[in-house]
């Protein structure tokens, strides 16, 4: 089975420009989450979505983040306008299961951001 | 405020050696769980031992929990340079992972 893919790998952009970074989960994977993890600190949780449905995203920072979840497929995350602290390396991951324990997540290899 | 919090930061051992990380959380958990990441790479589901569980092996590695000190363990027995990596524990704290910052573990050949 294919695993989670993020698009891009890098991005580098100017502080006050739009940057959309992509997720695609394993297919038929009900739960996805997004990461993310500045310069070597905790991995910090930014949202989670089951199907096309928000379920927690008390990790988003502020409104400059917005996050989609198209038809419960792939999933996007748009900082608008960035900032310098927006910059780390921000990670997808995606489980099946609805219970109400997590089950083992399954990464992708993240999208370092880079904010000049 | 942060959950999963490891110990040490960073480890530097021979191979052939064993490698103990330590993790502590704050709150009750479902279940724990560990991760490895390779540089440039995400990251890769090790082990999950649940919140009534005490012990659990996989291969060359020892996991233990235990709930009353909120900790738990992370052993790799007859470490090798591939094991190189940081690690992270991760508490299940309802519908949700809470990561630490890891343990960065260096095996030298």
């Known amino acids: 089975e294919a695993g989670v893919t993020q698009f891009p790998s890098h991005s580098v952009i100017e502080k006050g420009q739009t940057v959309t970074l992509r997720c695609d989960p394993i297919s038929g994977h009900d739960n996805l989450y997004w990461y993310r993890r500045v310069m070597g600190k905790e991995i910090k949780f930014l949202l989670h979505f089951v199907k096309e449905s928000k379920q927690d995203e008390s990790g988003m920072p502020n409104n400059r983040f917005l996050a989609e979840r198209t038809g419960g497929t792939y999933s996007t995350l748009k900082v608008q306008p960035a900032e310098l602290e927006d910059s780390g390396v921000y990670f997808c991951a995606s489980s099946p299961g609805q219970g109400k324990a997590v089950t083992p997540l399954h990464f992708g290899n993240g999208t370092r951001l880079t904010v000049t | 405020s942060q959950q999963g919090e490891e110990d040490p930061q960073a480890l530097s051992i021979q191979e052939g050696e064993n490698a103990t990380m330590n993790c502590s959380y704050k709150t009750s958990i479902n279940n724990l769980q560990w991760y490895r990441q390779n540089s440039g790479r995400g990251l890769v589901h090790l082990i999950l031992i649940r919140s009534n569980e005490r012990e659990k092996h996989s291969g060359r590695l020892r996991v233990t929990l235990d709930t009353s000190k909120k900790s738990s363990s992370l052993l790799i027995t007859a470490s090798r340079a591939a094991d190189t990596a940081s690690y992270f524990c991760?508490?299940?704290?309802?519908?949700?992972?809470?990561f630490g910052q890891g343990t960065e573990l260096s095996v030298k050949p």
């Open positions: 991760a508490t299940d704290a309802g519908g949700k992972l809470i």
